[in-house]
């Protein structure tokens, strides 16, 4: 199983970052990707997922119409673009398999991580 997060780095207050999350084909062909994050002392939050075939999404109210997840699946990649950044969006950011081709919210309910990549945004 591999999952290769990248991406991250130090942005300013309203700018951008690209998320990429690099799959093996055979491990995610049929299942459900998603992004999560945690920040220092909290836990890990759910961000977005999307279903590998339909292209389904789901987002979190606190990144919705800022942060927008799509996949390529030629390259067995998974992206979250990030816009408008602020400083609460500042954690180490996950990308993991699910154990469905359906997307959840819950961490639970994925079976595979990324090692995470950090995103830190100053004011």
Excluded at 39 to 57: D, L, M, N, Y
Aim: positive net charge.
């Amino acid at each position: 199983v591999q999952l290769q997060a990248s991406g991250g780095g130090l942005v300013q207050t309203g700018g951008s970052l690209k998320l990429s999350c690099a799959t093996s084909r055979r491990t995610a062909s049929n299942n459900a990707v998603g992004w999560f994050r945690q920040a220092p002392g909290k836990e890990r939050e759910f961000v977005a997922h999307i279903s590998w075939r339909g292209g389904g999404t789901s987002y979190a109210d606190s990144v919705k119409g800022r942060f927008t997840i799509s996949r390529d699946n030629a390259k067995n990649t998974v992206y979250l673009q990030m816009n408008s950044l602020n400083v609460e969006d500042t954690a180490v950011y996950y990308c993991a398999i699910a154990r469905s081709s359906y997307g959840s919210t819950d961490a639970k309910m994925y079976q595979y991580w990324g090692q995470g990549t950090q995103v830190t945004v100053s004011s």
